[in-house]
């Protein structure tokens, strides 16, 4: 069985540019989460999706936006990227908001701003 | 405000003995705690989870141990192997399916053959 896939794996982007971030669940998930690890610190939390609809949201600014399709694939985008943007994004994907035991992270997405 | 901290930045085990890994939490709210492990180049993955109702959680090699009047939860592994050597983290939430988890900074852990 696939697991949570993320692309692209890398991804370099000029401060002020738009960036978008892809995450396809585990087939029969339906909740998608997405974390930000920054250099030196845990994972934070960004957004929740769940059957399309956003369900929660990290302390994060509006050029944090995200969607979820109707297959419950995923996307991140981040507006007027600041260097400090340059993180670990981490998708993960659970049957609906059981983030917990049930919960599996794809292997991220580097995105660097220069 | 850092809800859940895990202050050891890094630790360093010989194989075969004890790595203990520490985590504290200051929301009082938080009542379901799980513990990841990440290697390089690879999402966390789920290691071993407990809840407040109970103070302690074995599955083989890995203990949680749950201490809700002090606010604090640590990590054992017995007998730590060089495979173990990765990023742990610790993470809280008030409900098991609350759909969002807090995370601890991460501890380094190596262990030596």
């Known amino acids: 069985e696939a697991g949570v896939t993320q692309s692209p794996t890398h991804l370099i982007k000029t401060r002020g540019q738009q960036a978008t971030l892809r995450c396809s669940p585990i087939?029969?998930?339906?909740?998608v989460y997405w974390y930000q690890q920054a250099l030196g610190l845990g994972l934070q939390f960004l957004l929740w999706y769940d059957e399309g609809e956003e369900r929660n949201r990290g302390n994060f600014p509006p050029r944090f936006s995200g969607r979820q399709f109707p297959n419950y694939s995923s996307e991140l985008n981040v507006n007027a990227l600041e260097l400090e943007d340059s993180a670990l994004y981490l998708c993960?994907?659970?049957?609906?908001?059981?983030?917990?035991?049930?919960?599996?992270f794809g292997q991220g997405t580097r995105l660097t701003v220069v | 405000d850092q809800q859940v901290k895990q202050n050891s930045p890094s630790l360093s085990v010989q194989e075969g003995r004890i790595s203990i890994l520490n985590c504290d939490y200051t929301n009082s709210m938080f009542d379901y705690f799980l513990w990841y492990k990440k290697y390089p180049a690879e999402g966390p993955t789920f290691l071993i989870s407990?809840?407040?109702?109970?103070d302690k959680n074995e599955d083989g090699r890995f203990t949680v141990f749950l201490n809700k009047s002090a606010k604090h939860l640590s990590l054992h592994i017995v007998p730590s192997q060089p495979g173990d050597s990765a990023v742990y983290f610790c993470a809280a939430t008030p409900r098991a399916s609350y759909g969002k988890l807090t995370f601890g900074q991460g501890t380094i852990l190596t262990v030596h053959p």
């Open positions: 993960a994907s659970s049957f609906s908001g059981i983030m917990n035991t049930e919960a599996f």
């Open positions: 087939s029969g998930h339906t909740s």
């Open positions: 407990i809840s407040s109702i109970k």
